[in-house]
């Protein structure tokens, strides 16, 4: 697994919630950037690739953000931010598998045809009888 976490620029402020008196002098919050293009550990396929899958979260600077205000500590956050990060990396990362189109079994057609007609002498019992 790739661990983006040195090429993270974090930014710190204060956060809401809890804490009490704590939240108004501690900078917890922990708001993290990184930029896809920058990147060393990745080639140009699996760089398109994260932008092309991240394109929410990419702001028009071209780096990804992401913040945590989740923890009272600014070093649980801090991790929060990295690991948030890596889990939408992998996810960007990881190729969906192409369908492998199946044939329709004969007796699944037989049997959708059989309820068809079972459906239509339903109805056509329901008609009215004219003389």
């Known amino acids: 697994m790739i661990d983006i976490s040195r090429e993270i620029q974090f930014q710190t402020a204060r956060s809401g919630g809890k804490g009490g008196q704590n939240v108004n002098k501690v900078e917890t919050m922990v708001i993290g950037f990184w930029s896809p293009d920058a990147s060393l550990l990745f080639n140009e396929e699996e760089k398109q690739r994260l932008k092309e899958k991240l394109v929410n979260k990419i702001n028009s600077d071209g780096?990804?953000?992401?913040?945590?205000?989740?923890?009272?500590?600014?070093l649980s956050?801090?991790?929060?931010?990295?690991?948030k990060m890596n889990e939408l990396v992998k996810y960007a990362l990881t190729k969906k598998k192409a369908r492998i189109a199946t044939k329709t079994p004969k007796a699944?057609?037989?049997k959708r045809?059989?309820?068809?007609?079972r459906k239509a002498e339903v109805k056509e019992g329901r008609k009215k009888i004219r003389f």
């Open 113 to 117: 045809i059989e309820n068809k007609k």
């Open 77 to 83: 956050n801090k991790e929060e931010v990295v690991r």
């Open 63 to 74: 780096f990804l953000v992401v913040k945590s205000q989740v923890h009272r500590s600014q």
């Open 108 to 110: 699944v057609k037989e």
